[in-house]
């Protein structure tokens, strides 16, 4: 089962911040959140990722795409 609830309300508050920062719709900062690494680290409960914080996870998903990582 994992940790599905953590991840439940981790998830929408990564997908708010990164609308706001880049001023797109929520489903379009849904698909670039999915399209991440750090989307695929947080649902990979051997990295611990769901025990940080929203804003952390975030910051990992800006640092994809100040690398260029993200489309």
Do not use: C
């Not at 953590?6 to 670039?32: S, Y």
Request: hydrophobic share 40%.
């Amino acid at each position: 089962m994992g940790h599905r609830l953590i991840k439940a309300t981790l998830i929408p508050e990564v997908v708010r911040m990164i609308a706001e920062r880049h001023g797109i719709a929520d489903k379009e900062a849904l698909a670039r959140y999915y399209r991440s690494a750090t989307a695929a680290s947080l649902d990979d409960d051997d990295t611990g990722l769901y025990g940080q914080s929203a804003l952390f996870i975030y910051s990992l998903f800006e640092q994809e795409i100040s690398a260029g990582e993200v489309s």
